[in-house]
C-alpha cells in the first residue's frame, strides 16, 4: 500500500453512507486514517420503500482533478457512479490514418476511366514483360489516386462497429426517465418496471436487427462476425498497442533478423549437394497462360479491404478484372517466355503486427506481408501447377502434412500419436523431438532452394522465372501513417505471398529422406522426430544422436534449431519411468503417459471463457450468427483433435 501514490477504491460497500452507524464510523476511521476520501453523497440506490447510498467512490486524488458524479441509466435498481479524470494527458483512443474510399460511385468512374486505357500498344509493340506490366501498374496508379484519393480519417478503438441506438430507443430512454421521476413522487415503481422491462426488449431487438443487417450486407461475413464479437467481449482495439519505433527501424530489424542468424550458424564443411537425395525423374514446363485460368485465379482472391504497394485490393481487381484480362494473359506469358517476374510485382508492404510481452522489444511484433495483387494472381497459377507437379510425381514425402490438399495438423498429430503407440503394442519406450525453428522461412537460402529444385525437374524458363521471383524483392514498413524507404532482402520465401509456403515445403522435402529410416512428421516448419528402444535411457540417447544429426542438415540449409524451445518428451508404459512432460503439438497437448489430462484441462478452460463470451452475444445478436459463433468458439475446440 505504502508504494502506491494514488489509490481509487469502487464498488459497494453495504453501508449507507447517508445515515449515522456505527459501521460508518468504523469504515470512516479506517478511510480517514489511511488519508482517504468518500466522494459520493447522493443516493445510489433507490426502491419504493427505502433510498440508500450504499456504492461509493473512495480515493486520495487531489481535489482539483476529478469529478464524481451519481448517474442513472435506468437498467438497474442501482444508479451508476462516475469519475471523471482532468488531465492534460491524452488519453483519448482516437487515432488518425489515411484510407481511400471505394464506394460505388468512385469505382463506376474508375472502371470508365480504365476502359478509356490502351491496353493493346504495347502487345502490338511487342515490349517486354517488365515494360508491360509497368504500364498496367502505372495505369492503375495513377487512375486509383484521382478517384479513390488517400483522405486522413480519425478512428475511435472504441466506438461500435454498427450504430444501433437508434431515435427510438433514444425517445424510450427520456420517456423511461420522466416515469422513474413520477415514481419518485409517487412511490408506486410497478410503471417504471414495466416499462423499463420494454427498454431493455428493445435495446435486444435493435442490436439484433442491426447487426444481422451490417452482416447481411457484409462483404466479408467472417471478419466482420468478429468484429462484433469481438466488440461485444470487450475485446477492442484499446489493447492493440501502436508500435513506438520508426518504420525506419521496423524495416531494418525485419530484413537483418534473418542475416544475423545465418551468419551466427555454426560452419559446417559438409557438401550441400552431397547431402541431397533428390529424385531427378521427372521435367516440369510452363505453358501459356489461358484466359480462364487468370478469371479463376481472381475468384480465388480473398475479399480483403487491404491494399498493396500501389493502393490496389482485391475488390478494386474483382470489380474491374474483365477490362484488362486479355492483356493482363499476355503479362503473364511474356513473363513465361522470357523466365522473368517483373519488379513492380516484388514490391511488398510490410504491417508490425503486436503479439504480446513488452511492446518496445520488436522481437515481439509479428511482419504481416501484403504483396501485389497482380503478383498474387500469377502466383495462385503458378503455385498450382507447381504443386500438381509434384503430386503427380510423388515427390512430396508423406511426412509432410503442411500446405498440402487433404492434409491437416490433425493427421499429422494422428500419425505421431500411431506410431507411439505401435512403439507401445512392440514393448518399446518411444522419445519424441519437438524442433523449433528460428524464423524459418526468412532464412531460406535462394541459391540452395534453386539447385533443389533444378534437381526435382524444374529448370529452364520455369528455373529461370522462379529465380527472378525470388531475386531482388523489395520491402517497405508502413507504421501509424509513416511507410519506410524499400529495402532489398537477401533470404527467405515471401511471407504473406501464394508461393511462399510452397517453395518451403520443397526446400525442406529432402530432411525427410536425409533422416530415412526415422521416423519424421511435420507440418511446414514444425517438426518432429520419434525414436524408440526397449530401455528407455537408449531411446534417450538416440533422441539426443538424431538431433545432433537433425541439426547438422538444418545448419547445411541455413536453418537454425533454437535449442532453447527444442524439447525431448519421452513416453512409457512403465509406471516407474515418469518424466512428468506435457508438450504442445501443433494444438494438442501430448504428456509422457498419453492419459490426456492436460489437453482436456485446456480444452474445459477454453469453452468455460467460450460459454461467457456466448452468455453476453446471446443479448446482442440472431440465433444465425450466435451458431457460427458457437462453431467457432465451442464447436471447433471439441471437434478438434477427434479422428
Known sequence: FHRCKYIILTGDFNVNFMVKSSLLTDLTSIVISFDLKVTIN????VTENSATCLDNIILNLPVNTYQCDVLDPCLSDHRGQCLVFKTT?????KTSHHVRSYSSKSIANFKR????????TCKHDKQNST?????LVSNFQILINIHFPLRTKKCNGNKTPVNWFNRSLKNMRNTLRCIKIICDVNKDY?????????YRRAIISAKNTAYDQFLHKSDNKVRDTWKLVNFERNKRNSHKRQPTFAAESFNEFFVNTAEQIIHNLDKTNLNMQHMMKIPSNGSFFLNPVSKCEVLQAVSKLSNSRCTDYYGINSKLIKETIQIYVDYLVNVFNSCISEGNFPDVFKVSVVLPLFKKGDCNDMNNYRPITIVPMFSKIFEIILNRRLYNYFECNNMFDRGQYGFRKNHSTIQAVSKMIATIIQFFEKGEQASLILCDLSKAFDCVSFKILMDKLHLYGIRGLAGTLLSSYLNNRKQCVFVDGVQSELIYTKNGVPQGSILGPLLFIMYTNDFFTYMHPNHCIAYADDTSLLV???DVKIAIAKSQNLLQEADTWFISNNLKLNKNKTHIVTFSTNNKVTSGKC???????????LTWNNHIDHVFCKLSKSLFVLRNLKRAVGMNTLRSCYFSLVHSHLQYGVT
Not at 476511366?113 to 493493346?120: A, F, G, I, S, T
Not at 410497478?190 to 420494454?198: I, S
Not at 508438450?583 to 503417459?593: E, N, Q, S, T
Open 42 to 45: 447522493d443516493y445510489t440506490r
Open 89 to 93: 494527458l491524452n488519453l483519448s483512443n
Open 113 to 120: 476511366d480504365l476502359l478509356k486505357c490502351n491496353w493493346y
Open 131 to 135: 515494360s508491360m506490366a509497368n504500364h
Open 190 to 198: 410497478n410503471a417504471y418496471r414495466v416499462y423499463k422491462r420494454e
Open 532 to 534: 524408440s528402444d526397449k
Open 583 to 593: 508438450a504442445k503439438v501443433l494444438g494438442v497437448y501430448v504428456d509422457d503417459k
